[in-house]
Every structure is written in structure tokens, then in C-alpha cells.
């Protein structure tokens, strides 16, 4: 049987006394590239935030397996080593627009390692050739396209060797063509430095593409778990509209019954 890497373990989360994720159970395998489906506002970037250790769980634990722990036992030290050991590529790439592609990815290496300059010019060199960004080295973050200011910030995620990298909608806003390499950059990180990856999405075709395994979220609840292959042929009438794209199902009816206060707020 595969290791763990994470479990999730009945965790819940509450904003403003409205549960936006219930119970969620799931677990990650070591190795493994997982992919975390639903609709918008279904809880897929607050799921990868409790995830990361960036947000506070209300109720249930996460079970970090290369910790030894779970996040709700950790000392703040053991956090702070649990985020080092993470690498996560946010939506919006998050780039520093002052600093050069090179300084971005040296920078959680200034930081967190005491590793000579040289060194740290070397390392940014591989991850840069890693993302198929070497020649752009000196450009500013302007100066990039949309696919290559991901593949930026997933050489910065990178910079710190990580256990675990996470994306959050990482083809985003992305044409197609460039948005399928992303996603076979996505597989080829994966094989390469052996990690396991968690990736949020909700383009099926993308998901289709680098999963291992899904998870479908639907309003803060989970839904239903497997490889893409079991997704494909679920026969829940709920999971068929997403995964397909269907116009008919559960979804839209619950839209049409429940109007819009129902849709935005849950029942
Ligand atoms: N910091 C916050 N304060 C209050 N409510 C929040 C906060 N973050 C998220 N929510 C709410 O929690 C729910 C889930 O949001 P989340 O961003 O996790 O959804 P999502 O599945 O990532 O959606 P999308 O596909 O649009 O990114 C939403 O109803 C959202 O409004
Ligand atoms: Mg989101």
C-alpha cells in the first residue's frame, strides 16, 4: 500500500459562522500528482490553504506523513519547517516585480539557507533550466508572458527542494496550448524531483491530463475520490455533470430550484 503523504482528516472550516469546507476526509499518496476538483466557491483554495498550514482548521486534523505529525500538534518551529519543506505556486504566480526571474527564484534560498552566492547562482540555473526558463534569467516579471511567468514561480516554488508542491489553478487564464504545457510541466517536476503534487482546478481537460487520482468537492463537501479513469465512469448523477460538462444535471437544477441565494449561500 502507498504512504501517506497528507491525510486530511474530517476537517472542517467556518467563516463568518458559514461552513465552507465539511468534515473533508482524503488522503494524499506519496508520489502521487492528486487532483482537487469542484466548482467555484466549492472550498478547493481554503482546502490547499489549511493544507499549506496557512490558514487555521476549525475542526478534524491534517496528517502531514514526512513530518511524522499532524498540523494541529505542531510547534510553531515544526510549522515553520513544514512550510520550508513545501513549495506552492499561488494563481496570480506571485512574483516580486522589482526583482529580476533570477532574484525571484533566489530568493527563498537568501533567505532560509545560509549557502554562498555562488552556490545559490548555481542552483537557480538548474531550476531555471528545470522550467524551460534559462535564457530569461534577467528579465523583470513585466517582461513575461503569462505561461512563462508560472513557469517562474514554479522555479521559485522548486528553489527549496520541496517535499510537497502545490498549484492553485495553475493554467488560469492561460491560451490552451500554453496552458497543456504547464500541465506537462507539472508531470515532468513530478517525475523529476520525485514530489508529490496536490493541484486545485476545475478545467476537466487539464485534470484529465496530469491526475493520478482526483477528489471532487461540491459546497464544502466531498464528493467523491478515485483515479480519472473511475471519475469518468462514476455513474452519480452529480459527478457525471461536472466531470462531462453537461448542461443537464443536479448542478443547474439546484440553481434553477434553490435560486440564486440558495447556489451563493448553500442550503
Ligand atoms: N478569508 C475568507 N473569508 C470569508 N470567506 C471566505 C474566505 N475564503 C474563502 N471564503 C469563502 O469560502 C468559500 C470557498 O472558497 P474557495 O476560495 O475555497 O473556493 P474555490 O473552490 O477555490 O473557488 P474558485 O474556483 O472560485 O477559486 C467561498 O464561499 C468563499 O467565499
Ligand atoms: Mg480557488
Known amino acids: ?6 491525510q486530511v482528516q474530517g476537517v472542517t472550516k467556518v467563516f463568518s459562522g458559514r461552513t465552507v469546507l465539511d468534515a473533508i476526509r482524503l488522503d494524499v499518496n506519496e508520489g502521487e500528482t492528486l487532483v482537487i476538483l469542484g466548482g467555484s466557491g466549492s472550498g478547493k483554495s481554503t482546502l490547499l490553504r489549511l ?10 486534523d491534517i496528517f502531514i506523513g514526512h513530518a511524522g505529525k499532524s498540523l494541529g500538534n505542531m510547534t510553531d518551529r515544526e510549522m515553520d519547517d513544514y512550510r520550508k519543506s513545501l513549495g506552492v505556486l ?4 506571485a ?8 532574484d525571484n527564484v533566489a530568493l527563498p534560498l537568501r533567505e532560509h539557507t545560509d549557502l554562498p552566492e555562488e552556490t545559490i547562482g548555481i542552483m537557480v540555473k538548474i531550476k531555471l533550466e528545470l522550467v524551460g526558463l534559462r535564457e530569461h534569467a534577467d528579465k523583470m516579471p513585466a517582461q513575461l ?11 521559485r516554488a ?15 487564464g492561460l491560451d490552451p496550448v500554453t496552458s497543456a504545457e504547464i500541465d506537462q510541466l507539472i508531470i515532468d517536476l513530478n517525475r523529476k524531483l520525485g514530489v508529490t503534487s496536490v493541484v486545485v482546478t476545475h478545467e476537466m481537460e ?16 466531498f464528493i467523491i475520490s478515485g483515479t480519472p479513469q473511475e471519475l469518468r465512469e462514476s455513474t452519480d448523477p452529480l459527478v457525471r455533470q ?10 443547474t437544477d439546484r440553481r434553477r430550484a434553490g435560486g440564486y441565494e440558495v447556489d451563493l449561500l448553500g442550503d
Do not use: C, W
Open 1 to 6: 500500500m502507498a504512504e501517506h503523504a497528507i
Open 51 to 60: 493544507m499549506i498550514g496557512n490558514e487555521r482548521i476549525d475542526g478534524g
Open 90 to 93: 499561488f494563481q496570480s504566480s
Open 95 to 102: 512574483l516580486f516585480n522589482s526583482m529580476s526571474v533570477a
Open 145 to 155: 508572458s503569462g505561461g512563462m511567468k508560472k513557469r517562474a514561480g514554479l522555479a
Open 158 to 172: 522548486i528553489s527549496l527542494d520541496p517535499r510537497i508542491l502545490f498549484y492553485d489553478e495553475p493554467s488560469a
Open 206 to 221: 487539464s485534470a484529465y491530463r496530469i491526475a493520478d487520482r482526483m477528489v471532487l468537492l461540491d459546497r464544502g463537501k
Open 242 to 251: 461536472f466531470v462531462h460538462g453537461l448542461t443537464e444535471g443536479p448542478l
